[in-house]
Protein backbone atom coordinates (compact mmCIF):
# COMPACT_ATOMS: atom_id res chain seq x y z
CA UNK A 1 0.00 0.00 0.00
CA UNK A 2 1.41 3.19 -1.06
CA UNK A 3 1.97 5.62 1.89
CA UNK A 4 2.12 9.06 -0.08
CA UNK A 5 -0.98 11.00 -0.87
CA UNK A 6 -0.97 12.01 -4.54
CA UNK A 7 -1.79 14.94 -6.32
CA UNK A 8 0.58 16.45 -4.22
CA UNK A 9 1.15 19.95 -6.34
CA UNK A 10 -1.93 21.14 -6.90
CA UNK A 11 -1.85 22.80 -10.21
CA UNK A 12 -4.79 24.38 -11.39
CA UNK A 13 -5.17 25.03 -15.64
CA UNK A 14 -6.45 27.66 -16.57
CA UNK A 15 -8.40 26.65 -19.53
CA UNK A 16 -10.47 24.78 -17.13
CA UNK A 17 -14.20 26.37 -16.42
CA UNK A 18 -17.14 25.29 -14.51
CA UNK A 19 -20.90 26.12 -13.84
CA UNK A 20 -23.37 25.24 -11.69
CA UNK A 21 -26.64 24.87 -13.36
CA UNK A 22 -30.17 25.43 -11.10
CA UNK A 23 -32.64 23.14 -12.17
CA UNK A 24 -36.23 24.83 -11.92
CA UNK A 25 -39.55 24.97 -13.79
CA UNK A 26 -39.65 21.23 -13.84
CA UNK A 27 -43.47 21.18 -15.64
CA UNK A 28 -42.17 23.17 -18.31
CA UNK A 29 -38.92 23.08 -18.32
CA UNK A 30 -38.42 19.48 -21.40
CA UNK A 31 -41.18 21.21 -23.57
CA UNK A 32 -39.07 24.39 -23.31
CA UNK A 33 -35.83 23.22 -24.14
CA UNK A 34 -37.43 20.51 -27.00
CA UNK A 35 -35.71 22.79 -29.94
CA UNK A 36 -32.55 22.43 -28.27
CA UNK A 37 -31.99 18.55 -28.10
CA UNK A 38 -31.32 16.02 -30.46
CA UNK A 39 -33.44 12.86 -31.42
CA UNK A 40 -31.56 10.82 -29.17
CA UNK A 41 -31.86 13.39 -26.48
CA UNK A 42 -35.63 13.26 -27.03
CA UNK A 43 -35.51 9.62 -27.14
CA UNK A 44 -33.63 9.52 -23.67
CA UNK A 45 -36.07 12.33 -22.43
CA UNK A 46 -39.31 10.57 -23.15
CA UNK A 47 -38.23 7.44 -21.33
CA UNK A 48 -37.77 8.90 -17.86
CA UNK A 49 -41.31 9.05 -15.97
CA UNK A 50 -40.60 11.19 -13.48
CA UNK A 51 -41.12 15.01 -13.95
CA UNK A 52 -37.59 15.81 -11.73
CA UNK A 53 -36.10 13.52 -13.80
CA UNK A 54 -37.00 15.41 -16.96
CA UNK A 55 -36.50 18.32 -16.07
CA UNK A 56 -32.78 17.60 -15.02
CA UNK A 57 -32.38 16.16 -18.43
CA UNK A 58 -33.45 18.61 -20.31
CA UNK A 59 -32.02 21.83 -18.84
CA UNK A 60 -28.49 20.52 -17.93
CA UNK A 61 -28.14 19.13 -21.87
CA UNK A 62 -29.27 21.96 -22.77
CA UNK A 63 -26.86 23.99 -20.82
CA UNK A 64 -23.85 21.44 -22.08
CA UNK A 65 -25.09 22.14 -25.68
CA UNK A 66 -24.78 25.92 -25.45
CA UNK A 67 -21.74 26.26 -23.82
CA UNK A 68 -20.08 23.67 -25.89
CA UNK A 69 -21.95 25.42 -28.92
CA UNK A 70 -19.98 28.78 -27.87
CA UNK A 71 -16.71 27.12 -27.20
CA UNK A 72 -16.75 25.55 -31.16
CA UNK A 73 -18.80 28.84 -32.70
CA UNK A 74 -21.52 26.37 -33.72
CA UNK A 75 -25.41 27.00 -32.83
CA UNK A 76 -26.31 24.59 -30.11
CA UNK A 77 -28.57 22.05 -31.96
CA UNK A 78 -25.28 21.39 -33.97
CA UNK A 79 -23.21 19.92 -31.29
CA UNK A 80 -23.14 15.89 -31.82
CA UNK A 81 -21.79 13.83 -29.42
CA UNK A 82 -20.94 10.32 -29.42
CA UNK A 83 -19.32 8.09 -26.53
CA UNK A 84 -15.97 6.33 -26.89
CA UNK A 85 -15.09 2.68 -26.29
CA UNK A 86 -15.43 2.83 -22.58
CA UNK A 87 -19.49 4.27 -22.85
CA UNK A 88 -17.51 7.77 -21.97
CA UNK A 89 -19.55 10.56 -23.40
CA UNK A 90 -16.98 13.52 -26.00
CA UNK A 91 -17.75 15.36 -29.11
CA UNK A 92 -18.37 13.80 -31.98
CA UNK A 93 -14.65 12.56 -33.63
CA UNK A 94 -12.98 13.10 -30.17
CA UNK A 95 -11.91 16.45 -30.41
CA UNK A 96 -11.78 19.29 -27.62
CA UNK A 97 -13.10 20.18 -25.33
CA UNK A 98 -13.57 17.35 -23.00
CA UNK A 99 -16.64 17.91 -20.90
CA UNK A 100 -18.71 16.02 -17.88
CA UNK A 101 -21.58 16.60 -16.48
CA UNK A 102 -23.49 15.38 -12.89
CA UNK A 103 -27.43 16.73 -11.90
CA UNK A 104 -29.28 15.98 -9.04
CA UNK A 105 -32.02 17.25 -6.81
CA UNK A 106 -32.53 21.27 -7.78
CA UNK A 107 -28.51 21.08 -8.86
CA UNK A 108 -26.46 20.61 -12.01
CA UNK A 109 -22.60 21.04 -12.27
CA UNK A 110 -20.73 20.96 -15.75
CA UNK A 111 -16.84 20.89 -16.35
CA UNK A 112 -15.09 21.41 -19.51
CA UNK A 113 -11.46 21.75 -21.00
CA UNK A 114 -9.06 21.58 -24.07
CA UNK A 115 -6.58 20.72 -22.03
CA UNK A 116 -7.71 17.91 -19.29
CA UNK A 117 -9.97 15.22 -18.80
CA UNK A 118 -12.49 16.42 -16.60
CA UNK A 119 -15.14 14.70 -13.83
CA UNK A 120 -17.72 16.39 -11.94
CA UNK A 121 -20.27 15.01 -9.16
CA UNK A 122 -22.81 16.56 -7.11
CA UNK A 123 -24.72 15.37 -4.78
CA UNK A 124 -27.68 15.54 -1.95
CA UNK A 125 -25.84 15.21 0.97
CA UNK A 126 -28.98 12.86 2.16
CA UNK A 127 -28.83 10.38 -1.18
CA UNK A 128 -28.10 7.78 1.20
CA UNK A 129 -30.36 8.05 4.57
CA UNK A 130 -28.50 4.86 5.75
CA UNK A 131 -24.48 5.43 4.29
CA UNK A 132 -22.68 2.80 6.54
CA UNK A 133 -24.36 0.37 4.89
CA UNK A 134 -22.18 1.08 1.86
CA UNK A 135 -18.88 1.93 3.54
CA UNK A 136 -17.77 -1.88 2.75
CA UNK A 137 -18.46 -1.67 -1.13
CA UNK A 138 -17.39 1.93 -1.93
CA UNK A 139 -14.54 3.05 0.82
CA UNK A 140 -10.62 2.17 1.38
CA UNK A 141 -10.52 0.58 4.84
CA UNK A 142 -8.43 3.79 5.45
CA UNK A 143 -11.31 5.82 4.96
CA UNK A 144 -13.56 3.58 7.01
CA UNK A 145 -10.98 3.98 10.23
CA UNK A 146 -10.88 7.85 9.25
CA UNK A 147 -15.00 8.24 9.23
CA UNK A 148 -15.41 6.41 12.48
CA UNK A 149 -13.17 8.26 14.03
CA UNK A 150 -14.86 11.50 13.03
CA UNK A 151 -18.16 10.21 14.26
CA UNK A 152 -17.25 10.28 17.48
CA UNK A 153 -15.00 13.57 17.24
CA UNK A 154 -17.59 15.62 15.21
CA UNK A 155 -20.50 14.26 17.67
CA UNK A 156 -21.92 18.16 17.90
CA UNK A 157 -19.53 20.00 16.18
CA UNK A 158 -19.04 20.53 12.55
CA UNK A 159 -20.26 18.28 9.73
CA UNK A 160 -21.80 15.16 10.54
CA UNK A 161 -19.54 12.08 9.50
CA UNK A 162 -22.99 10.70 7.01
CA UNK A 163 -22.25 14.14 5.75
CA UNK A 164 -18.67 13.93 5.18
CA UNK A 165 -19.13 10.26 3.65
CA UNK A 166 -21.59 11.71 0.48
CA UNK A 167 -19.04 14.58 0.61
CA UNK A 168 -16.03 11.87 0.02
CA UNK A 169 -18.43 10.37 -2.38
CA UNK A 170 -18.48 12.83 -4.61
CA UNK A 171 -14.67 13.33 -5.13
CA UNK A 172 -14.28 9.37 -5.55
CA UNK A 173 -17.46 9.69 -8.46
CA UNK A 174 -15.61 12.71 -9.88
CA UNK A 175 -12.06 10.85 -9.93
CA UNK A 176 -13.60 7.73 -11.82
CA UNK A 177 -15.82 9.96 -14.54
CA UNK A 178 -12.51 12.01 -15.59
CA UNK A 179 -10.99 8.61 -15.46
CA UNK A 180 -13.61 7.17 -17.59
CA UNK A 181 -11.70 3.46 -18.63
CA UNK A 182 -13.87 1.53 -16.26
CA UNK A 183 -12.23 0.74 -13.55
CA UNK A 184 -14.83 1.37 -10.98
CA UNK A 185 -14.54 -2.62 -10.16
CA UNK A 186 -11.42 -0.54 -7.68
CA UNK A 187 -13.76 1.81 -5.75
CA UNK A 188 -12.20 0.25 -2.92
CA UNK A 189 -8.79 0.45 -3.59
CA UNK A 190 -9.01 4.32 -3.57
CA UNK A 191 -9.05 6.55 -0.57
CA UNK A 192 -9.01 10.33 -0.58
CA UNK A 193 -8.31 12.09 2.84
CA UNK A 194 -10.88 12.14 4.97
CA UNK A 195 -9.81 14.32 7.45
CA UNK A 196 -8.94 16.71 4.57
CA UNK A 197 -12.33 16.42 3.30
CA UNK A 198 -13.84 17.24 6.90
CA UNK A 199 -11.53 20.23 7.17
CA UNK A 200 -12.67 21.51 3.58
CA UNK A 201 -16.36 20.96 3.87
CA UNK A 202 -16.09 23.49 7.15
CA UNK A 203 -13.90 25.95 5.12
CA UNK A 204 -16.41 26.13 1.88
CA UNK A 205 -19.66 26.59 3.95
CA UNK A 206 -21.50 29.35 3.63
CA UNK A 207 -19.40 30.00 0.33
CA UNK A 208 -21.08 28.91 -2.43
CA UNK A 209 -22.14 31.29 -4.81
CA UNK A 210 -23.50 30.08 -8.37
CA UNK A 211 -22.68 33.44 -10.25
CA UNK A 212 -19.40 32.90 -9.84
CA UNK A 213 -17.16 30.57 -10.72
CA UNK A 214 -16.21 28.11 -8.04
CA UNK A 215 -12.99 26.37 -9.62
CA UNK A 216 -10.22 28.34 -7.90
CA UNK A 217 -12.50 28.25 -5.14
CA UNK A 218 -12.13 24.64 -4.46
CA UNK A 219 -9.89 23.11 -2.16
CA UNK A 220 -7.83 20.21 -2.91
CA UNK A 221 -7.89 16.99 -1.66
CA UNK A 222 -5.07 14.00 -1.42
CA UNK A 223 -6.26 10.91 -2.69
CA UNK A 224 -3.79 7.38 -3.15
CA UNK A 225 -4.62 4.36 -4.89
CA UNK A 226 -3.43 0.81 -3.75
CA UNK A 227 -3.89 -1.05 -6.89
CA UNK A 228 -0.83 -0.12 -9.13
CA UNK A 229 -3.20 -0.49 -12.21
CA UNK A 230 -5.26 2.15 -10.92
CA UNK A 231 -2.42 4.35 -9.25
CA UNK A 232 -0.85 4.31 -12.92
CA UNK A 233 -4.06 5.01 -14.65
CA UNK A 234 -4.61 7.86 -12.34
CA UNK A 235 -0.92 9.67 -12.34
CA UNK A 236 -1.07 13.36 -12.68
CA UNK A 237 -4.99 13.44 -11.45
CA UNK A 238 -5.93 16.65 -9.44
CA UNK A 239 -8.90 16.88 -6.85
CA UNK A 240 -10.66 19.87 -5.41
CA UNK A 241 -13.91 19.61 -3.39
CA UNK A 242 -16.06 22.40 -4.51
CA UNK A 243 -18.48 25.16 -2.64
CA UNK A 244 -21.95 23.79 -2.83
CA UNK A 245 -25.46 24.53 -2.29
CA UNK A 246 -26.71 23.89 1.06
CA UNK A 247 -27.66 20.33 1.47
CA UNK A 248 -25.23 19.41 -1.71
CA UNK A 249 -21.77 18.07 -2.20
CA UNK A 250 -19.69 18.59 -4.86
CA UNK A 251 -16.51 17.32 -6.75
CA UNK A 252 -13.76 18.24 -9.30
CA UNK A 253 -11.47 16.06 -10.82
CA UNK A 254 -8.88 15.95 -13.81
CA UNK A 255 -6.01 14.11 -15.69
CA UNK A 256 -3.78 14.79 -18.18
CA UNK A 257 -5.51 14.39 -21.03
CA UNK A 258 -3.50 11.28 -23.42
Not at 46 to 66: I, P, Q
Not at 104 to 126: F, K, M, Q
Not at 135 to 157: I, K, N, P, Y
Not at 199 to 221: N, Q
Request: a negative charge; glycine letters at 8%.
Amino acid sequence: MSTDWGACHFVMPMSLALQFIRISDASSAPARLASRLSADEHFRLGALHKEEDRARFAVVRATLRDVLGRELGVPPDRVAFEVDAQGRPRLAGGGPPDFNVSHAGHWGLLAYSPDVRVGVDIERLNALPEPRSSWDVCLHAEEQRALLMLSFTLSGHGPRADEIFHWAWSLKEAIFKALGTGLQDSLTALSVDVDAVARAVTAVEGRFDAAIPSVTAGYAIPWRADDPVLAEALHGLELRLLPAPPGYSAALAWLPQG
